[in-house]
């Protein structure tokens, strides 16, 4: 992993400090959690983009994910 080394104002750097003591995490590893969230939301998964949907329709079936004979002809 590469280093890097950011200057940051005392409001910005406080509010971090006081995230990352709060967290119990190093400063470095809440700085890489909002990246990694930040790039996230600007190039979503279709997971993503729905999870709000997933598990919201009854199909009727208790063994839907489970029973092999559900899926034949899936995909056609």
């Known amino acids: 992993m590469k280093t890097l080394t950011m200057k940051l104002s005392e409001g910005l750097l ?3 400090e006081t995230e990352a003591k709060r967290a119990r995490q190093p400063k470095s590893a809440l700085v890489r ?3 990694r969230q930040y790039r996230q939301r600007q190039n979503p ?3 993503d983009l729905t999870a709000d949907l997933c598990g919201c329709a009854e199909s ?3 063994d839907l994910a489970r029973n ?3 899926l ?3 995909g056609r």
């Open 68 to 70: 092999k004979k559900h």
């Open 72 to 74: 034949k002809g899936f």
């Open 45 to 47: 998964s279709a997971l």
């Open 14 to 16: 406080g509010w971090l």
């Open 33 to 35: 959690e909002i990246l």
């Open 60 to 62: 009727g079936l208790g």
